[in-house]
């Protein structure tokens, strides 16, 4: 089912301010889509709202062209997965599974097949007559996503799911959403503030700061053409490396003088458009050369991080001003010496200072 | 036999092991608690004995089971059951605390759920209000009382003493015991209530399918004061109830003990046993229930 919001906004009772507003989104029949932002954002809010369980305080809220706005949460033929899970204590596995269909007055014997094959797909069969505080953290989980997936909704709802998990059990989990969604064929929108989880599940990424939408689009595009510094500063880990400086002969060259960078060909005309003004440069870490280049830098090596695959170096420009560079695990950098590193003009990243806009597209 | 030794010299308490002075702390501890026990359990013990001690006369006095001066019987009973209107006062209390319990709990789950799951205006005031009145007690609104139930009942004569009775007692306890339960769910994460909302309840289904199994420990502590109050309260009854085919335990057990006509002590004490048998019934009825309770309770706070 496709889902759209139109100009949408939230005020919360009490509050002065709007904690969303103008939050346009279209999310496509089938689309994975995650909603990312740091905590605080809106995006919970946003999801609820999607649920019903908040009331939308202007704009139009639809699903398939039919608008959603007053119909309460039962009829809007959803389901949610809730952070803390939120199974009903009382009930054994089994029950909190048929829930849903038992308040719809589904037949007996219709709800003990839908349980059944959703414990089969979630192999927690074993489990099925133990209640909740007697099974672990994991298997709460798949419960929770088992009694979503019973009622075969049309819009999977998930509030941070997998943050309650240990770190191997996430990843593992990851897999088996993506998996599920796709045997499900259903529209999932999922919220979390993981930016891996983002990057790994979604077809479609919605990045959330401030109550406003700074970017929708693929995974891809979000690490190769962040739409602004916000952007550019979330995603990616460890963080893009931020320069300020300015365009001075068609060429970024940041405040301190140490950094000078060319745009690429294809970059040059937006580039040069900002003549004389205040640009800052991103370079991503594991874009910096170390075989020969037109441009270098030269670093002193502070600290670095071994991780196997690679390396990561905290380094310092003269100036002072920290740069991290990730390399392969098998070069050798010695602490508090003295490198050079070539800048790839592929791999610059443009940003008017003052909007924070990116300036090649 | 060396290793049998050395077993020995293991000290296994968690705790560090006791100086002298903790030794004579310890000792006094002992001690105020033997005697507070003795306190409480000495008078109990003797009114057990004299309801079945057939050498008591209309005054009790002191029992002593060695030199002959008791003998078993069970004619305090019989006189209690025979003589008085005993059984009538039973099902009076039991009639009393019933109602009281029913109507607190009804109430009280309603008010509880709103305060807890709800934003609405005059929350904050209303809640005040209530905390305030639960500090005045009800015996101070005495003659109010009187004056409504003798303007109501003139306008609806069915409307007996009883029933004001119970009006009172559960009043009472629907202002303390909103707070209570209002505060155990707010335990209770909302992400429940979402869930249940999503898979296609009402609010009252929401609370009757899963808040309430939730609130049960608490729902039953709730249930068993307001039980207990009526078995325990005397003033209220004393003032309001006059005919004694209306009293309550309390009240007619009373006149065993005040009225030189109908003075009998040792049936007051038969009397004062079978009324705990009830409460002690209910009370290892709910056991699971109230101990689960009691223990979130106190986590909470």
Known sequence: MKVSLKNIGKKYEGREEFTLRHIDLDIEDKDFCVILGPSGCGKTTLLRMIAGLNSITEGDLLFNDKRMNKVPSKDRDIAMVFQSYALYPHMTV???MAFSLTMRKERKSVIDKAVREAAELLQITNYLHSKPSDISGGQRQRVALGRAMVRRPRVFLMDEPLSNLDAKLREHMRVELVRLHKA?????IYVTHDQTEAMTM???????NEGKIQQAGKPDEFYNQPANLFVARFIGSPTMNIFEGMIKDGQFISKDGHIKASPSDKDEASVKAFEGKEVSLGIRSERFLTGDAQEKIEVTVDVVEMLGKEKILYTKLPSGDEIVISVPGHLDFTEDEKYTFGIDHGALHFFDTTTGERINK | MKLFKKK???????????????????MLSYLILTGWSIVIVWPLSQMVISAFNGNQGRYLI???????????????FRFLFEETLYLTWVKNTLFIALATAAITILIVSFTGYAYSRFRFKGRKPSLMAIMLIQTIPAFAGITAYFTMHSVISSVAPFFSRQMMLILIYAGGGIASNTFILKGYMDSISTELDDAAKIDGCSNMKVYRLIIMPIVRPMLSIIALWSFI????????????????NDYTLAQGLFTLMNNRETLNQPAFAAGGLL???????LFAVLQKQLISGLAQGSVKG
Request: proline letters at 7%; charged letters at 20%; zero cysteines.
């Open chain 2, 8 to 26: 020995q010299e293991f000290y296994l308490s968690d705790r560090q092991p006791l100086t002298l002075m903790g030794k004579l702390m310890l």
């Open chain 2, 229 to 244: 109050g009526p078995f325990m309260d005397y003033m209220l009854p004393r003032v309001l109830l006059t005919n004694p």
């Open chain 2, 275 to 281: 009324t705990a048998l009830p409460i002690v019934i």
């Open chain 2, 62 to 76: 002191l029992n002593r089971v060695t030199d002959g001066s008791y003998e078993f019987s069970m004619k305090h």
């Open chain 1, 184 to 188: 499900l064929e259903t529209t999932s």
């Open chain 1, 94 to 96: 089994y029950d909190n």
């Open chain 1, 202 to 208: 979604a077809t479609k990424i919605v990045l959330m």
